[in-house]
């Protein structure tokens, strides 16, 4: 959890229904680098030697930079600051759209490297409803070879967060708010409506 002040007035303009789609993204945007910030605690470290101006001293980078994989559309809101703290990532991309009656997703782009062996990825979905589309996202990781996931999502359901538990995927949750749960039509509440159109319009 990234419980911090600043990400609770960004998550707060994310929920306000007031906020056009140009204040949605800038909030997305910022939020996204805090999450990333947090999430990047856990990458491990590698030395190596520098000159500064005045002399020999030790450096430090990320070891292992992830590979970043948005999911479609909502996740491509969250690239730009994530590849701007990461500018070493690679990318991947997942196109995924909820069945607004079955509520499963539905694949319809998978660009992403054949083999993921020894190589961590950062998923970027803003929002963790019933976990379908997550658990679809990452098993097509696991497939591939993946064994070091972590999910940022701007705020997940009880009931997304229970499902990517059950599933026993190697990975880890980084969000700004686990939410009361889900509506009937499968909406966070309160959560911030549709992530996808509020950035992008509706489809
Ligand atoms: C939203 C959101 C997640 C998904 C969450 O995307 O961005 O990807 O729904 O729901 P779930 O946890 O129940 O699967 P949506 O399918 O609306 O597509 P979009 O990003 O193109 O708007």
Known sequence: MVDHPLAASRL???RDARSDNGAFRAALHELTTMLVYEAARAFPPETYPIETPVGPTTGTRIAN??????????????????????????????G???????????????????????????????????????????????????TDITVLCVLAAPEGVARLEASGLPLRLVTASIDEGLNDKM???PGLGDAGDRQFGGM
């Open 12 to 14: 707060t303009a994310l």
């Open 65 to 94: 930079p992830p590979l970043l994989v948005p999911v479609l559309r909502a996740g491509l809101g969250m690239t730009d600051a994530a590849l701007a703290l990461l500018p070493e990532s690679q990318m991947g991309f997942v």
């Open 96 to 146: 995924l759209a909820r069945d607004e009656e079955t509520y499963e997703p539905r694949a319809y782009l998978e660009s992403l490297p054949r083999d993921l062996t020894g190589l961590p990825v950062l998923v970027l979905d803003p929002m963790l409803a019933t976990g379908g589309s997550l658990e679809h996202c990452c098993r097509l990781l696991v497939e591939r070879g993946c």
């Open 187 to 189: 909406f966070i509440v």
